[in-house]
C-alpha cells in the first residue's frame, strides 16, 4: 500500500540497548523526517533528511543516530537507549521544494525504555 | 527563539457550532504554517498550510488565518461534527520547525 510506514509500531526496552527504529515511504518523497513526541513538550525535530545520503540534526538529536542510504526508508537508531528516550516516535516525509512543505505522517512507533 | 502557543489547551463544544481555535508565535519571520489534526494513538494529518504571504486557506468546513504582524493564526471550524474530536496542532515553520501543544477538541452530540 502507497503511504509510509513505521516498524515496529510499539517496543520495549531496556537501558543502555540499541533500538533501531524503521520508516518507509513510497511516494519517493525527498524530505524524511524523525520526530518524537512528549507530554508537555508537543512535537520536536530529531533529524532530517533532504535526499538519500544527505541527514541534518534538528532540535533534539543528541542520543540518536540517522542514516539515509535508499530515498524510500529512513531508519532511526539509538545507540545506548535510556529512559529519557521513552517516547512517541514519528516519522513523516513531504515532497521536494521549501524543506517544510506539507508533511504526511506515519503512525508512530510508541517505544518504552525500562 | 520562537515560542508557539494554543490556547486552550482543550474545548468542549456542542455539534453543529461553529468553534475558532488559536495558535499565537512570538517571531513574525516565517515562511509558513501549518495546522494538524491528531486523533488518539495515530500520527499527524495535515489540514492547511499557510504560505508567509497569504492571509488565509480553506478546505472544507475548516478555514484557517493568519496574521503575520500580530503573531496569530486562527483555524475556524464550520459546523462542527462529532467526527471533528481530535487534537489540533499548528506548527509554525522558519528556520526551525516549531510544533504548539495543541488544543484537544471534543464535539459533544
Known amino acids: 500500500d502507497a503511504g509510509i510506514t513505521q516498524s515496529p509500531r510499539y517496543k520495549i526496552t531496556e537501558t543502555g540497548r540499541q533500538v533501531t527504529l524503521m520508516c518507509h515511504q513510497t511516494?519517493?518523497?525527498?524530505?524524511m523526517f524523525w520526530y518524537r513526541q512528549d507530554l508537555g513538550h508537543g512535537l520536536r525535530l530529531i533529524y532530517y533528511?533532504?535526499?538519500?545520503?544527505?541527514?541534518d540534526k534538528g532540535e533534539v538529536p543528541d542520543g540518536y543516530v540517522v542514516s539515509r542510504s535508499k530515498t524510500e526508508n529512513f531508519p532511526l537508531t539509538l545507540e545506548s537507549a535510556t529512559r529519557s528516550q521513552t517516547s512517541v516516535y514519528f516519522c513523516?516525509?513531504?515532497?521536494?521544494?521549501?524543506?517544510?512543505?506539507?508533511?504526511?505522517f506515519g503512525p508512530g512507533t510508541r517505544l518504552t525504555v525500562l | 527563539k520562537q515560542e508557539v502557543t494554543q490556547i486552550p489547551a482543550a474545548l468542549s463544544v456542542p455539534e453543529g457550532e461553529n468553534l475558532v481555535l488559536n495558535c499565537s508565535f512570538t517571531?513574525?519571520?516565517?515562511?509558513?504554517l501549518q495546522w494538524f489534526r491528531q486523533d488518539p494513538g495515530k500520527g499527524l494529518t495535515s489540514l492547511l498550510l499557510?504560505?508567509?504571504?497569504?492571509r488565509e486557506q480553506t478546505s472544507g468546513r475548516l478555514n484557517a488565518s493568519l496574521d503575520k504582524s500580530s503573531g496569530r493564526s486562527t483555524l475556524y471550524i464550520a459546523a462542527s461534527q462529532p467526527g471533528d474530536s481530535a487534537t489540533y496542532l499548528c506548527?509554525?515553520?522558519?528556520?526551525?520547525?516549531?510544533f504548539g501543544k495543541g488544543t484537544r477538541l471534543h464535539i459533544l452530540p
Open positions: 506548527a509554525v515553520v522558519g528556520d526551525k520547525i516549531i
Open positions: 533528511s533532504a535526499a538519500a545520503d544527505i541527514t
Open positions: 513523516a516525509s513531504s515532497e521536494p521544494g521549501l524543506l517544510y512543505n506539507e508533511q504526511f
Open positions: 511516494w519517493s518523497h525527498s524530505y
Open positions: 517571531d513574525s519571520a516565517i515562511y509558513n
Open positions: 499557510i504560505q508567509s504571504s497569504q
